[in-house]
């Protein structure tokens, strides 16, 4: 039995870093997935004099775009004496989920992302000019307002056949734009899925011949940018409205911290318009979309629950944001 085995990993492209993978062909179904190396001359990674990079699999599923037994592999970057990469962001989160598993912390990450069909984004006109202005655009219906959604099933499809753990998708407020939900999991879990399921999602979109991009802002002017707005609770939030807004109050605290590595672009659009609050201030609110942080309102009715950091951008490193927010509010519910 030949098995095609997809690793995937992440690169040391900056200020954004880059998906790439390559398939290794094993002989069987193997009981555990071997170590491997790469060129890490041509990810940014390293220079040509000693350019191996080693591949370590921490993650494994299905592979619904091949079928069968083949699979991705998500594998962390180790430099060749087997220690974490400068830019193996997981091995940084991995310590501090430890630190804090007694918490159980949990988190739901809402991903924006937007639809290119070569320079414009899909639903905006061919010939140039823009499209109607936004208002019907987010979870509407018709080929008048939505774009993309042969694409977007596919994916849902196939993150569902991988066994991800996707939770929904809907239209978002910009045409051709959309968001897909990972979670609830642990930190270490949800981002891990979070990045299987962004290798999928640029995969499928090379069979529609369209492109995805995580740019926070794609279309400059009066139009929402897109985010990856970050809900998280511990035991004690999922018990204590008190322990809420205790993590809220704790955030606003390390605001500067966290926005500096939230996703590159974010001055452009944490801007105080389009459902966000300005990137160089802090809030929370309940049920307040322009606030930094949400609670939401059937959390304070509830008296428990969690919130949503609506500052990480699309682009940002699902790694470091959950190691941040950890930190940041277990530290501060300990």
Not at 2 to 29: C, F, H, M, N, Q
């Amino acid at each position: 039995m030949t098995i095609k085995a997809e690793y995937i990993w992440i690169d040391g492209t900056e200020p954004t870093p880059l998906l790439r993978s390559k398939t290794k062909i094993l002989d069987s179904v193997p009981t555990e997935l071997p170590i491997w190396g790469f060129d890490g001359s041509s990810t940014n990674q390293a220079p040509g004099k000693a350019s191996d990079c080693v591949l370590k699999p921490v993650f494994s599923c299905p592979d619904p775009i091949r079928g069968g037994d083949h699979l991705l592999v998500l594998s962390e970057v180790l430099y060749t004496d087997m220690t974490p990469h400068k830019t193996n962001t997981r091995a940084q989160l991995a310590e501090v989920a430890e630190k804090y598993a007694s918490q159980e912390p949990l988190f739901g990450i809402e991903q924006e992302y937007t639809m290119f069909k070569g320079s414009r984004p899909l639903g905006f006109p061919d010939s140039g000019g823009y499209p109607g202005p936004q208002g019907p655009y987010y979870c509407g219906v018709g080929s008048d307002d939505i774009y993309g959604r042969p694409l977007v099933e596919a994916h849902l499809e196939a993150c569902i056949q991988a066994g991800l753990g996707i939770s929904g998708i809907n239209a978002e407020v910009m045409p051709g734009q959309w968001e897909f939900q990972i979670g609830p999991l642990g930190p270490l879990e949800v981002s891990d899925h979070m990045w299987v399921a962004r290798w999928l999602l640029h995969r499928i979109g090379e069979d529609f011949g369209i492109s995805i991009t995580l740019d926070p802002k794609p279309v400059r002017g009066d139009w929402n940018g897109a985010g990856a707005h970050t809900n998280f609770s511990t035991r004690a939030m999922r018990s204590s409205y008190d322990a809420v807004v205790k993590a809220a109050e704790a955030l606003g605290k390390k605001a500067d911290e966290h926005v500096a590595n939230y996703g590159h672009g974010i001055e452009d659009r944490l801007t105080g318009q389009h459902e966000t609050a300005p990137w160089d201030q802090f809030s929370y609110g309940v049920s307040d979309r322009g606030a930094s942080v949400r609670i939401p309102w059937q959390v304070e009715v509830d008296g428990k629950g969690y919130l949503e950091d609506r500052r990480p951008n699309a682009n940002m490193d699902p790694y470091v944001v959950t190691r941040l927010m950890v930190s940041t509010c277990c530290e501060a519910l300990a």
